[in-house]
């Protein structure tokens, strides 16, 4: 089985600081890793996903994850976040093997402030 | 219709009632999820589909049942419903199943059961 931890449960960061939201998985088999984002009262959307290949992943809004198979971690980094970055980001799994579904993590809330 | 649409938006319900989320997809995805999210718990699965007439037990089914009678809806029952299942309810779908596939979620809906 996967299991998908996401240690902050909250991040308050001031307008163009940096952010790191940290993810670390378990699995006992290879894994695609995926960072989704969840505005206020939205469904999640997909951010970026490591499927195979470069290990540095990103997205279109600046922000980016890398994968890390030693430290089973897949951290999600933007450099200079902006106000409406302001959201839930969730961390989820999958066995990149058969019909396997997604494990989710229990999301970090990143909070933009001026 | 574009993309997945959910109804009700939200619902108040009392204990021991029969209650049916909807969600309908126009992209003719194959594969069809049911997830609940609970403050510190992030999003479970309840149950999925991975094509039209048939139906898998996710994470957390005990209590809901579902269907798949064609490839656009997808409904979610609550047979008797319970306090416990208070909580928002996202109906998701993906081109295929297999976790490499990007889940693309409809706006929820937010269940109170009294």
């Known amino acids: 089985a996967q299991s998908v931890t996401q240690l902050d449960s909250q991040v308050p960061v001031f307008e163009e600081a940096p952010v790191e939201l940290r993810c670390n998985y378990s699995s006992s088999v290879s894994v695609y890793l995926f960072w989704y984002v969840q505005y206020p009262n939205q469904g999640l959307q997909l951010l970026l996903k490591y499927l195979s290949g470069s290990t540095l992943v990103e997205s279109i809004n600046g922000f980016e994850a890398e994968f890390n198979k030693s430290q089973t971690s897949f951290h999600l980094r933007k450099p200079s976040v902006h106000i409406s970055d302001t959201a839930e980001y969730f961390c989820a799994v999958s066995p990149n093997t058969g019909f396997q579904k997604l494990v989710f993590g229990t999301g970090t809330r990143l909070l933009v402030s001026p | 219709i574009a993309g997945i649409t959910q109804a009700p938006t939200s619902q108040i319900l009392a204990a021991g009632r029969r209650m049916t989320l909807r969600c309908t997809q126009d992209m003719r995805h194959n594969a069809m999820y049911w997830y609940r999210q609970d403050l510190g718990l992030g999003l479970r699965l309840i149950h999925y589909s991975n094509t039209a007439g048939t139906t898998g037990k996710g994470e957390v089914p005990d209590g809901y049942s579902v269907s798949r009678a064609n490839t656009d809806d997808f409904p979610l029952t609550l047979a008797s419903a319970v306090p416990s299942q208070t909580s928002v309810y996202f109906c998701?779908?993906?081109?295929?199943?297999?976790?490499?596939?990007?889940?693309?979620f409809g706006p929820g809906t937010r269940l109170t059961v009294l």
């Open positions: 998701a779908s993906s081109l295929e199943a297999g976790g490499h596939n990007e889940q693309f």
